[in-house]
């Protein structure tokens, strides 16, 4: 739910030229990860950087 707000509002103010995403798409946990902390696995990081 958060990051699909996230994913709208980065989008708008990268065609406003505020920032620049970095990634296209969200990294998530690794299965050893998932293996070591199961509640990773809804964890998603997006990257950003301010212009």
Known sequence: LE???IKIWA???SK???I???NK???TA???ELKINPRS???KLRV???I
Do not use: C, M, Q, V
């Open 41 to 43: 696995r809804s964890a």
């Open 11 to 13: 989008k708008d103010l």
């Open 48 to 50: 950003i950087e301010r």
């Open 25 to 27: 798409k969200p990294l």
């Open 20 to 22: 620049k995403i970095l």
């Open 30 to 32: 690794s299965a050893e």
């Open 3 to 5: 990051d699909r707000l």
């Open 16 to 18: 406003k030229n505020i």
